[in-house]
């Protein structure tokens, strides 16, 4: 049973161009959580996804970022026209039920430059 | 909203010293986790306590949930290096469909 995939591992994007990030949550796991986290911070809740519904997304800029989570494939985040203060480390986390155990990805490192 | 506290942010203690901290919550939880993150690296989950004054050990590592249910605390014993890493505290607030709400952290320096 593979662990929660994340992926690209490490990306680098231009300022204006858009980012995406990919979490294929463990086998079973139908519950998807997505954290920010800025060097030597903690983690900051952005959004909560089941298969094909946002369940929270209070943790989210309203603009430039989208969360979905479709019936087949992996979760995805998207930042648009991303700005350097975009840059930190996100992580996803999937759980088989609400509120119990999370299992973390490795993260995504973006850089914006 | 609910908050999750962790005060200090940063504890330096001495190789073979006691290290306790604490998880405060604004609101009662159903259940508080605990997740360990080494430097570079991503959370890991350590513990799940669900019972009002519940007490679960890992080897040197003592977790405790409050009888209220809104605090809990994390104690090790005789510190070693490889305790070095940041301890979050995650609250579940009681009900359906909630998000996991972690703390900021604290991260533990250990002087070998």
């Known amino acids: 049973n593979a662990g929660v995939m994340q992926n690209p591992r490490h990306l680098v994007r231009r300022r204006g161009q858009e980012a995406r990030l990919r979490c294929s949550p463990m086998?079973?796991?139908?519950?998807v959580y997505w954290y920010r986290q800025l060097p030597e911070e903690g983690l900051k809740f952005m959004v909560y996804?089941?298969?094909?519904?946002?369940?929270?997304e209070s943790g989210m800029p309203k603009e430039r970022f989208s969360a979905e989570f479709p019936k087949e494939g992996p979760s995805i985040l998207r930042i648009q026209q991303v700005v350097r203060g975009d840059s930190a480390a996100y992580f996803c986390?999937?759980?088989?039920?609400?509120?119990?155990?999370?299992?973390f990805g490795q993260g995504t490192r973006l850089t914006v430059v | 909203g609910q908050q999750v506290m962790q005060i200090p942010q940063y504890q330096h203690v001495q190789e073979g010293e006691d290290f306790t901290t604490y998880c405060n919550s604004s609101?009662?939880?159903?259940?508080i986790q605990w997740y360990k993150q080494r430097p570079g690296g991503h959370p890991v989950f350590l513990i799940q306590?669900?019972?009002?004054?519940e007490v679960k050990k890992q080897k040197r590592l003592t977790f405790q949930f409050g009888e209220a249910k809104k605090n809990s605390s994390l104690h090790i014993t005789a510190t070693q290096t490889t305790d070095v890493g940041t301890y979050f505290c995650?609250?579940?607030?009681?009900?359906?469909?909630?998000?996991?709400?972690f703390g900021k952290g604290i991260t533990l320096s250990v002087r070998p």
């Open positions: 306590l669900v019972k009002s004054g």
């Open positions: 086998k079973g796991h139908s519950h």
């Open positions: 996804l089941q298969k094909e519904n946002i369940i929270d």
């Open positions: 986390a999937s759980s088989p039920l609400s509120g119990q155990e999370a299992f």
């Open positions: 609101t009662t939880l159903s259940n």
């Open positions: 995650a609250g579940d607030l009681a009900g359906a469909n909630s998000k996991l709400t």
